[in-house]
């Protein structure tokens, strides 16, 4: 069965322990992220990034890593635990007028499966609690982008490079595959 375990101390973190519905796919939870999870998430954020961003011409193996390490936070991140070991990460942080999700990596050997809605519908779920919007970016292109609109979230803006992307409390959830 699948469960979500305490998040981030502090508050009330969107980032923070999901309401799991049972489902296919393995176990996992969400854990508070650590400093030392910095490196990790950093090699997870070039691997899956990485074709999007070769397509886009602004893959630097350098600059990747390091975006991640000059905004990571650890009271508004979680990590996703399957088995012991991180497959993913979750970033919700409070803007003025409501949320910024971020940095939500998914290992590829973990994706298609089911998880990556069922960590984004948790986190959703608090965030319509709250009554507050949520915003995102996803690289133009992104297959990430269908996932966010099952979800209800909808194309604010966008230029050559990223697509900002918003949902509204309680927009529906559309039916569809993980």
């Known amino acids: 069965m699948n469960r979500g375990a305490r998040g981030?101390?502090?508050g009330p973190s969107p980032a923070g322990p999901a309401r799991v519905e049972p489902g296919p796919g393995p176990d996992w939870r969400l854990r508070a992220a650590t400093a030392h999870d910095v490196a990790l998430i950093a090699e997870l954020r070039a691997t899956v990034m990485r074709a999007d961003l070769e397509r886009l011409?602004?893959?630097d193996?350098?600059?990747v890593r390091q975006r991640l390490r000059d905004t990571f936070s650890t009271r508004h991140t979680s990590v996703i635990v399957t088995d012991r070991e991180i497959v993913?990460?979750?970033t919700v942080r409070p803007v003025d007028d409501g949320w910024w999700l971020e940095h939500f990596y998914l290992a590829p050997h973990h994706q298609g499966q089911g998880l990556g809605s069922a960590v984004l519908r948790g986190a959703?779920?608090?965030t319509d609690a709250q009554g507050a919007a949520v915003r995102l970016h996803v690289l133009q292109g992104s297959a990430?982008?269908?996932?966010y609109e099952r979800h209800g979230f909808v194309v604010e803006a966008e230029d050559p490079?990223?697509?900002?992307m918003v949902r509204v409390p309680g927009a529906r959830h559309a039916p569809g595959p993980g």
């Open 8 to 10: 981030n101390a502090g």
């Open 57 to 59: 011409g602004r893959y």
């Open 61 to 63: 193996e350098h600059r």
């Open 88 to 90: 993913g990460c979750l």
């Open 124 to 126: 959703l779920e608090r």
């Open 144 to 147: 990430a982008r269908r996932l």
């Open 161 to 164: 490079v990223d697509v900002t």
